[in-house]
């Protein structure tokens, strides 16, 4: 096995909290010892305490404030599905992650999502839903247009009663916000306004078999949706 | 709107980066300035540097390494697969994600993980399953077993040739090693040794459909080796 190098300073701090975390030990709304106390239990620098924060704050782990008493104070946050956005959007951007294999995972999580929100979506989910139809219909650009038309994704993943659902989806949906928007400049007028009147009818028809809670029909529409809006937007790293 | 508040000192070196990626400007295997530039730049502290360089490393975006002239440096990288797997395995672990969530997901992209490789493994990928096969039949003890088990689920989303599908389904296996090693734990000599058995002929029906390429096939038997696993562990939070 090869030589492993000491942990950084900051590694330390990641470790111990990491681990407490692992253990339960910490847990959402606990409050982390003060960075003095940090830097001393641990025997690192009070900047070093400092960047194992921004680690785990950048995995929303941890929120930190400033303030007096406990007005301040580092806390662990119950906060994932920015963090995992954040991440997703970045390695998209990257081309770690082609736009190709993308849509596959997209389609895989939005038939899920669809799928749960046809068993578990309540009235007051369906009305938010509706909504986001509603702000479609009232677009007055492409980016408005494009913010309802995510905005509608993200209220069906919300209905579908699953947090991990719900923030992968989302997640997913932001990280090719970017190069949807591109494929939505490059269009002409009428290419703009044909595509626009499909994406809305394909929304409502997805909307209306969620509230006739027909989950076949569901996904099979959101696939085909997803994968329309991909090639006609030509979407490319 | 509510007031917003100026950026933290390391939130400045995060938006200076996560801007550039997203423009395409810095790609992977691009070194950053220096600690000393960016903070002349930014006009930052250097440690407000290091805070935004440890919170994109823990996104997998930028990895810094010690060292002299280009032997030391921050660079890009390409390694989401072990931050998301980090981010996912804190947030199940703080109970963000319940563990019945998870499950959904898991099985979504486990289905997609063995429908992708039916279409896509190579040969050299399929004799890579068939290894951890042969390293469950060696394994002496529960967690040399699952560890073997996770691997035989890691060997088939390699051979999905989709990156995104294969980091996400590993991150999600990852996630929940702790609690599946708490149910197998939990086992008495009788339910471990029935449960082996069958996680093993699972596994080899699995390949033996991959092997075939009957994606129908593969995606049933994963869906039910999953969901059948994680009821005979009883796994909870």
Redesign the interface.
């Known amino acids: 096995m090869g030589e492993v190098s000491p942990p950084r300073a900051?590694e330390i701090v990641?470790a111990w909290v990491?681990e407490r975390?692992?253990l339960?030990q910490l847990?959402?709304g606990d409050f982390l010892p003060s960075e003095r106390e940090l830097a001393g239990m641990l025997g690192v620098s009070r900047?070093a305490v400092?960047?194992?924060v921004?680690?785990?704050?950048?995995?929303?782990?941890l929120h930190s404030s400033v303030g007096a008493g406990r007005a301040g104070g580092t806390q662990?946050t119950?906060v994932?599905a920015g963090?995992?956005a954040?991440?997703?959007?970045?390695?998209v951007?990257?081309?770690?992650?082609?736009l190709d294999?993308?849509v596959?995972?997209r389609v895989?999580?939005e038939?899920?999502s669809v799928r749960?929100a046809c068993a578990r979506a309540t009235d007051e989910d369906l009305v938010r839903v509706g909504e986001q139809l509603q702000a479609m219909r009232d677009a007055t650009t492409r980016e408005e247009f494009n913010d309802a038309d995510a905005a509608f994704h993200v209220a069906i993943a919300q209905s579908s009663g699953?947090?991990?659902?719900t923030?992968?989806t989302i997640a997913i949906r932001e990280s090719v916000r970017?190069p949807i928007l591109r494929g939505m400049a490059r269009l002409s007028h009428e290419e703009y306004d044909e595509l626009a009147v499909d994406l809305m009818r394909e929304h409502e028809a997805i909307h209306a078999a969620v509230l006739a809670r027909d989950a076949p029909v569901a996904e099979a529409l959101v696939e085909v949706h997803v994968r329309e809006a991909w090639r006609r937007l030509r979407v490319v790293d």
């Open positions: 900051y990641v990491e975390v692992l339960g847990g959402v900047p400092r960047e194992g921004r680690s785990l704050q950048a995995q929303g782990v662990v119950a994932p963090a995992l954040r991440l997703l959007r970045l390695h951007a990257l081309a770690n992650f082609p294999d993308v596959e995972v895989a999580l038939r899920l749960l699953n947090r991990l659902s923030d992968t970017p």
